[in-house]
């Protein structure tokens, strides 16, 4: 057992995610120091915001879940958000008692919870129904090359901006982008939903031969995906700086827009981020203050 920001890990030496490139693998203890390193950049955007876990407690190897509410076996002084279930469930309470983040302790329960990736809501506790930030998903078809993902993250910027708001990039960990707009929550759910919907239409209407808004991936095409789902009630993004669950922890990175030609989607990762904030601020440190009414 080891003990990091004063909670204890136990099992510190089992490996959660395998080596990538040649690299080594990642450990309880790799992944609890990693968030300790990174909590005071982290929390800002992590503070309030209702969680959905994706948890490999024996490792990636072994497979994983997906886990909305804490449950009576999450771990002690773990903070949580009950958010009101919408749809009704049998013998389930009429709240979800979502995971939380307040501090950096709670990072490393997660951790000891056999956490390794942090989705998390588009609105924040006490404001659920009105959100704080506008994403588009970049899910990347089987025919656009990187270049041409980079070209549809600077179109949806500029759909994003012209309608007033302050756009921000963020590599997925995976294969896409998110393009982010914070809001300054004066608008519901269905509004932003409703303009996250014609901010992807219009960039899919500019290049319908490369680019869809639809949902069914039999009807894509191959077409690179503009995702606007994750604006509504109860739904999730991959949280900033979160690894992802997949073979050497590559990270949820935000980016200034210069780095887009230069980042890929899944360069950075458990190891290099704190290399990288020590250099480097934080891109998104002034994101709640650049939000903006909808419009």
């Known amino acids: 057992m080891t003990t990091v920001a004063g909670i204890d890990v136990t099992h510190p030496d089992k490996v959660l ?4 490139d040649g690299g080594e693998d990642l450990t309880k203890a790799d992944l609890a120091h990693y968030w300790e390193a990174v909590a005071s950049t982290v929390l800002p955007h992590l503070i309030g915001r209702p969680l959905t876990l994706q948890r490999f407690p024996d490792g990636l ?21 009950d958010t009101p279930r919408r749809e009704r469930k049998k013998d389930a309470d009429d709240v979800v008692h979502h995971p939380e983040v307040e501090e950096t302790a709670d990072l490393i329960r997660l951790v000891q919870f056999g956490t390794v990736t942090l989705h998390g809501w588009n609105a924040v506790a006490g404001a659920l129904e009105r959100p704080d930030r506008l994403i588009v998903d970049i899910d990347p078809g089987e025919r656009q090359d990187l270049a041409g ?18 756009a921000f990039l963020q590599s997925t960990g995976s294969r896409g982008y998110h393009v982010v707009a914070p809001l300054d929550g004066s608008a519901d759910q269905e509004a932003v939903r409703e303009a996250a919907i014609r901010i992807a ?26 995702d606007i789902g994750r604006n509504a009630y109860g739904q ?16 949820a990175t935000p980016l200034d ?14 190891r290099s981020i704190p290399r990288r904030l020590a250099r480097k601020a934080d891109p998104w440190a002034g994101f709640a203050a650049q939000a903006r009414p909808l419009g």
Do not use: N
């Open 17 to 20: 995610l395998p080596a990538r």
């Open 61 to 81: 190897d072994a497979g994983g879940f997906v886990q909305q509410d804490a449950g009576k076996r999450a771990p002690k002084g773990l903070h949580t958000v």
């Open 149 to 166: 993902i980079r070209d549809v993250a600077r179109a949806v910027r500029r759909a994003v901006e012209g309608r007033g708001l302050v």
């Open 201 to 226: 239409e219009a960039v899919a209407t500019d290049d319908p031969d490369e680019l869809t808004t639809e949902v069914r991936k039999d009807a894509r095409g191959g077409r690179t995906f503009l």
């Open 236 to 251: 999730t993004a991959v949280m900033p700086y979160s690894p992802r669950a997949r073979p050497g922890g590559p990270t």
């Open 257 to 270: 827009w210069d780095e887009l030609g230069r980042v890929t989607p899944d360069q950075h990762d458990v």
